[in-house]
């Protein structure tokens, strides 16, 4: 088998399990892209030491006949008098020159495009460009980075660095101006621009930047900077219809505006006009569905965390034997008190390296789009604020499954038998899950008649993360931070059953690195002599 063809073979089988896109919400699947790219990158080098060797030997041949030429010109006829040399000229230009444009035509094409062709349908889509465009921005936004930051690629805790160029912010500004985002469209317009002032070299012209920019300043109301920048573009491009056409437009609506002005000036009343949103071109955030949206962002910042010293006080570490449990009697675990009410607690040392990896062995083949509920049909679809993949494990998956399983069972004192399954995730980029309930509020559930409501949560920290990805309450203002190998637990109902709307929760965009995790969901079921009524409804 030709090189070339086991390149390909090994690729499509290595491949062969990755049918869908969505790469951009799982970082631990885009892995896959990078050993990819090596492979297609191999594949072309092995064309150009092809193209090499045929160009070498189309090269020898030409030098070769240079100097034959040379000698047969400078005397035709004495040449030719020489009965080989009239052969060989005969069977040169029958034979051996339909050899050399055979070897011209020869296409060494054929292993890299044949390669090519079957990676690419594993290639991230028009819809991952768009995906990753739109993570970026969340970075942006939740840690409030201006583009330069990251254009220049100036985050915290990251081992390699990248910038991006001016077509890079140009193609966020279009992402997001095709998505009606005009706040970030004029962000990454103008550090497309700046960038381009500044001399870089570049495929896009400032005409495209300008032409986006102005459009979209204009729909801020910004009438004055829209029509400065429409100028510069007709000054770079005087034929340009729809700038033209653009400025004109303004010029009326100007007029229009100045003679209310003198209307209202003239009828002794108030000026009141419409002004943009700054006039210094900073335009504020547009708000959106989200009502804790300042709140949850600054706690991912680490900002507003509500850790006083009296609440502080009241915060210990212990070692827990599961209310003594027979398994943690020699063995207990490390316990640390992270909020006072509602208790949340986190334990160290829960799950192995080796028990980690295991799981996102067994669960990586399996990752796919995580999916919430919508509230209104109870139909399973994905939704933007929710960005992870997940997947599934049973206890007959592997034995480490079922031992990770029996440990939370310890630590909880809560029966696993009713309990969903593990549930491991891996968080893309910008990766997030806003905010949240982890219990049902809706009666039409069918698990809650047959298993109960959401009772706890057991989450497990399986990667250490470099910045962002912290797990936070906008409710009582508590942000936890990914440590791997800890888990984090808390109860989601009160005793009564009814649920605790103070644990409303949400896992914060991965600014830098790759977030793991798994969690168990323990129902009400079987679990009620386990941890039994109280007297009242909030005990």
């Not at 797990?471 to 990914?482: R, S």
């Amino acid at each position: 088998m030709k090189p070339w063809l086991q390149l390909v073979f090994f690729t499509s089988i290595f491949l062969i399990w990755r049918t869908e896109a969505e790469f951009f919400t799982s970082i631990g699947q885009m892995t896959d892209l990078i050993y990819a790219e090596k492979d297609l990158v191999q594949s072309l080098k092995e064309y150009i030491r092809a193209e090499e060797n045929k160009l070498s030997q189309i090269k020898s041949w030409a030098e070769k006949m240079d100097v034959l030429t040379s000698k047969s010109t400078s005397d035709p006829e004495g040449y030719l008098a020489h009965p080989v040399n009239a052969y060989k000229l005969v069977k040169r230009l029958n034979t051996d020159w339909l050899e050399l444009e055979n070897l011209v035509l020869q296409d060494t094409t054929n292993g890299f495009i044949a390669n090519l062709t079957i990676q690419r349908q594993f290639f991230p889509t028009e819809e991952d460009e768009t995906g990753a465009a739109k993570a970026l921005m969340r970075l942006q936004d939740t840690y409030k980075l201006d583009p330069e930051t990251l254009s220049r690629g100036n985050l915290p805790g990251t081992k390699y660095r990248s910038s991006l160029t001016v077509g890079d912010c140009f193609g966020m500004g279009k992402t997001a101006y095709n998505d009606g985002d005009y706040y970030h469209t004029v962000l990454w317009m103008e550090q497309a621009l700046k960038q381009h002032d500044e001399g870089e070299d570049t495929t896009v012209s400032k005409v495209e930047i300008l032409d986006y920019l102005s459009y979209a300043v204009f729909q801020f109301g910004d009438l004055h900077r829209a029509m400065e920048l429409t100028r510069r573009l007709i000054s770079l491009d005087s034929t340009h219809e729809r700038a033209g056409s653009n400025l004109r437009y303004f010029e009326k609506l100007l007029e229009k505006e100045r003679e209310e002005k003198e209307k209202e000036k003239s009828m002794n009343k108030t000026m009141t006009t419409t002004e943009p949103v700054v006039q210094s071109g900073a335009y504020e955030r547009p708000l959106d569905y989200l009502p804790e949206r300042d709140i949850y962002e600054a706690l991912c910042r680490g900002e507003g965390v509500k850790m006083t010293p009296q609440r502080q006080k009241r915060l210990f570490c212990r070692y827990h034997d599961g209310n003594r449990n027979p398994h943690l009697l020699i063995a207990p675990f490390k316990e640390e008190d992270e909020w006072d009410s509602p208790h949340i607690v986190r334990y160290y040392d829960v799950m192995s390296d080796e028990e980690i990896e295991k799981i996102k062995q067994l669960a990586k083949p399996r990752l796919a789009r995580a999916t919430v509920r919508d509230p209104k049909t109870g139909v399973l679809t994905v939704a933007s604020y929710r960005v992870s993949k997940s997947s599934w494990l049973e206890e007959d998956d592997d034995p480490v499954v079922a031992k990770v399983n029996q440990r939370m069972q310890q630590i909880t004192g809560l029966t696993v038998k009713t309990a969903e399954l593990l549930q491991v995730a891996n968080y893309g980029m910008g990766g997030q899950y806003e905010p949240h309930f982890d219990f049902s509020r809706r009666p039409f559930d069918s698990t809650l008649k047959s298993e109960g409501n959401r009772l706890a949560t057991f989450l497990n920290y399986m990667s250490d993360v470099e910045a962002g990805g912290a797990t936070v309450f906008p409710d009582f203002g508590a942000a936890i931070w990914p440590k791997k190998g800890t888990a984090v637990f808390w109860y989601n109902l009160f005793r009564s059953g009814e649920g605790d709307y103070r644990t409303r929760h949400a896992a914060c965009p991965v600014l830098v690195g790759c977030k793991w995790v798994s969690n168990k969901w323990f129902h009400e079921r079987g679990n009620e002599f386990l941890r039994p009524c109280g007297r009242t409804e909030v005990d």
